[in-house]
């Protein structure tokens, strides 16, 4: 950790204390009387991290406008400290995921050690094959893995195995595949034809899968194809997982769902089957909104929260879900909404925690379903921050993160450091 923040960290932190002592004390009492040990809780919330997704660092738009903020990062070494700076005042976030080819850089080794430095590793690595790239033989305007021209199919398979690559030179361990494979008009797509199609692809980059790794397949209902698209919910991202094979699951994007579905039921499905790759977290109102995680409703952040804790208290086999936020920052810093995303996340897991199971099987048993739901609201009306933020500053993170990055004034020496330059690709400046 550079040691100006690490400084004012400590200086931060110190007068926070105090108070924090008291807070938590009181907590832990009141959750002794309930038969939570809060120290438990606190220890399992220490252990959880979270994925920053590479293009989060910058500011997002809309396909309307895009309004940079200052000191935006410039390529992925920028993006890698600006990702430091998020996980050294949260302690939350240890990984970063790549998208390539906007992360593309000459020299995978020194990114590597660059992060490594900095306390950061490399979770799943994310292809893109919804976007043409300057030079590129093959258009994917009707498509990519789909495609129903073999040579653009091949292409996209080939950009998907040079991932694969990338990633086993960063560490990675997963490859996440989202395609914007789909049709505007009823009529243009032969449906079954181009899932075929798709898993006929799929097939030739899973077995290029090295042995430890696994394929995270997205769904996503529509956009940029708003009549169908090909992996278009989880029936179809299962479906396909598990035609490819056990290396093969299926990833739930928060914002990639029809209105009002019942998420949480489809993440209990997917751990029931052995089938759920992790989450991209972000939070929405009307479709793939990539609001802030949690910021429009925790209680359904929470619901998910409380299918994995199940998951991991039932001890289900194989169970090992990657968590990620995946968030467009259209108005506000990307830096801290990241870190309150993340602590947003973290909340939801640290209440989960605290539903009292035996009492909610009992419940589910007796079929008392008043009972059952307010275990599960006990629970997630429970103020849990003197938990989270003493988790932070045992790891010797920020009381506050926000509060301690706007007094740290990084965004403001960034403005001066970086430059603007014209987009690459990717929305970052
Ligand atoms: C698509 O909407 C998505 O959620 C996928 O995860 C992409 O990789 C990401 O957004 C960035 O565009
Ligand atoms: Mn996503
Ligand atoms: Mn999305």
């Known amino acids: 950790m550079k040691q100006s923040l690490r400084t004012l960290i400590e200086a931060h932190n110190e007068k926070a204390r105090g108070p924090l002592q008291s807070d938590y004390a009181h907590l832990g009492e009141q959750l002794a009387r309930r038969g939570v040990d809060i120290d438990a809780v606190r220890q399992r919330v220490a252990a959880f991290g979270l994925a920053i997704p590479s293009w989060g660092v910058g500011t997002g738009g809309t396909r309307f406008a895009r309004f940079p903020g200052a000191g935006e990062p410039r390529h992925v070494f920028d993006k890698i400290q600006d990702c430091a700076v998020v996980h050294q005042l949260t302690g939350a976030t240890p990984s970063v995921s790549l998208h390539i080819p906007w992360d593309k850089c000459s020299d995978w080794s020194e990114l590597r050690q660059t992060a490594h430095a900095q306390g950061l ?42 991932c694969i690559e990338i990633g086993r030179l960063l560490g990675s361990k997963a490859l996440t595949v989202w395609v914007g494979d789909g049709s505007n008009f009823p009529g243009q797509s032969h ?65 990639h769902h029809a209105p009002n579905v019942n998420i949480e039921m489809i993440v209990s499905r997917l751990i029931g089957a052995g089938k759920l790759a992790g989450f991209h977290f972000n939070d929405s109102k009307y479709g793939d909104d990539d609001l802030d995680a949690g910021s429009v409703s925790p209680y359904r952040l929470f619901l998910v929260f409380n299918e994995l804790v199940a998951a ?40 989960a925690l605290l539903v009292d199971r035996g009492a909610l099987d009992a419940a589910q048993e007796a079929n008392d379903a008043l009972a059952a739901t307010q275990l599960l609201q006990r629970a997630f009306q429970t103020d849990v921050d003197p938990i989270l933020q ?40």
């Open 121 to 162: 590793s490399f979770d799943a690595i994310n292809s893109n094959t919804f976007s043409d790239q300057p030079g590129q033989a093959h258009s994917y305007k009707f498509g990519s893995l789909s495609h129903t021209d073999a040579a653009t199919r091949a292409q996209a398979v080939e950009h998907n195995v040079e």
């Open 312 to 351: 991991a208290h039932e001890q289900v086999n194989g169970f090992d879900p990657a968590y990620m936020l995946d968030q467009s920052h259209n108005v506000t810093d990307p830096i801290e909404s990241l870190m309150s995303s993340a602590v947003q996340v973290q909340r939801s897991y640290a209440q």
């Open 390 to 429: 003493r988790v932070r500053v045992d790891a010797g993170r920020a009381v506050d993160p926000v509060v301690a990055y706007r007094a740290s004034a990084y965004r403001q020496r960034m403005a001066q450091d970086r430059p603007a330059i014209l987009s690459s690709g990717g929305g970052i400046v």
């Open 191 to 255: 449906f079954r034809r181009a899932f075929e199609r798709y898993l006929d692809s799929s097939r030739q980059i899973y077995a290029e899968l090295p042995g430890d790794w696994r394929m995270f397949l997205e769904h996503k209902i529509a956009e940029p194809a708003f009549y169908s698209t090909v992996i278009q919910d989880w029936g179809s991202s299962f479906l396909a997982a598990s035609t490819l094979g056990p290396k093969a699951q299926c990833l739930v994007d928060l914002g």
